[in-house]
């Protein structure tokens, strides 16, 4: 995936720091936002493995700290889930603003019962999913336990969690009394995802069976078996990421990719915009498409780089070939190839375009037991690749038009 880091204000003024994850070479089809759990960060191992599951679903996904965590400002102890629910509208602004509006969420532990919250705001979100999400937001108390004295009598206390210290106020406690989740699931009228670890031992998986029970339908449960709350194994935190990706798509509107059909040998469909060119040949499909450089999004090969690919594999296979046929002990042979436009050396109008000629130069690397003798023919035997002789010979294009 590409991933970008990115910048924006909440309510406060407050700037919040996110990384933009985006699939690898095409387009997202849909924006996700992801919420981390309480205390937690954008850059928790677990979340970033979900966010890789949902680009290689063809999702944008926005991952960001809320107020006064990881590398976002503001202060913590001044934080509270109302402010976090304000963190995730102001994310959503972002992407509506600079990309798409989100269709998605996603949410950790606290931070699913924040995207369910928030949910109700966002009209054009189509689907939620909650991982390790209590019934109830006052949960959370569970981790203050030995300090909500402290904070009833004093106002404020400085709390460890994970190994971290926080400053916890009482609005905080105040805050959570006053949202309740079995007052908004059953008229949250979006798809639901819930998924649980009957092993957790933080948050219990009758806290899903909850949820389960007081929202509306549609809605699904994914049983987490053997993972623990914070998705520490990294084959359980892809794997969450792939399946949200996977259930969404019967929720979400996303855009066919265009499957060119052609009696001919390989067809290259581009739209009105942009260059990325879907190619299919006769039994595989590929991205083709020019570099931001030159107007494109670089989300495959340029034409030219398909070329030269042509003639490193051609000139690979075609020395392997021999060197099998005689019994040689050739282990690997690499072909690297670069394209230029240069001048002819005996060039007579060298100030003119067309003077140019096409330059491939071509380095090959083999490994085995061979001796000067059989290296000298290799270097011989690649002249003899198809494509470098078609790149020799004179070439004929017939064009013409087809009717649709």
């Known amino acids: 995936m590409n991933s970008s880091k990115i910048f924006f204000e909440n309510k406060n003024g407050d700037k919040l720091a996110g990384y933009l994850e985006m699939p690898f070479n095409t387009q997202a089809h849909n924006f996700v936002l992801f919420a981390h759990c309480f205390t937690c960060n954008k850059n928790f191992k677990a979340v970033k493995n ?19 965590l990881g590398e976002s400002e503001g202060e913590f102890a001044n934080s509270n889930f109302s402010g976090n629910i304000e963190d995730l509208l102001a994310a959503a602004d972002y992407l509506k603003e600079n990309y798409k509006t989100p269709t998605l969420l996603v949410g950790h532990s606290l931070g699913g019962a924040a995207v369910l919250f928030a949910a109700q705001h966002l009209s054009n979100v189509k689907a939620v999913a909650t991982i390790g999400t209590p019934a109830s937001i006052k949960h959370v108390t569970h981790l203050l336990q030995d300090e909500i004295e402290e904070i009833n009598s004093k106002g404020m206390a400085s709390v460890n969690i994970g190994g971290r210290p926080f400053s916890i106020k009482k609005q905080f406690l105040n805050d959570l009394d006053e949202k309740k989740l079995s007052s908004i699931l059953p008229e949250l009228n979006k798809s639901l995802l819930i998924l649980h670890s009957p092993q957790d031992t933080i948050v219990e998986v009758k806290n899903a069976e909850e949820l389960y029970r007081i929202s509306r339908h549609p809605k699904s449960f994914v049983s987490l078996d053997g993972a623990d709350h914070l998705l520490s194994k990294k084959e359980d935190s892809l794997y969450v990421g792939q399946l949200i990706g996977s259930w969404a798509y019967r929720y979400l509107e996303i855009p066919e990719v265009p499957q060119p059909k052609s009696e001919h040998e390989v067809v290259a469909h581009l739209g009105s915009e942009g260059f990325t060119t879907y190619v299919k040949t006769r039994n595989h499909q590929l991205i083709v498409d020019e570099p931001e450089s030159a107007g494109g999004s670089n989300y495959g090969p340029s034409p030219y780089d398909l070329l030269s690919a042509a003639l490193a594999s051609c000139t690979s296979m075609t020395i392997q070939m021999y060197a099998r046929r005689k019994n040689w002990k050739l282990e690997t042979v690499e072909t690297h190839v670069n394209h230029s436009k240069s001048h002819s050396v ?7 375009p067309s003077a140019k000629i096409d330059l491939f130069e071509r380095e090959i690397i083999v490994q085995g037991e061979l001796d000067e003798k059989q290296k000298q023919r290799i270097l011989q035997i690649a002249d003899k690749c198809p494509v470098h002789k078609t790149l020799h010979e004179k070439v004929e294009i017939k064009t013409k038009l087809k009717d649709l």
């Open 346 to 352: 005996d060039c007579e109008e060298c100030e003119k």
């Open 50 to 68: 979900i966010c890789s599951g949902l680009t290689s679903k063809g999702f944008g996904v926005l991952r960001f700290d809320f107020t006064g």
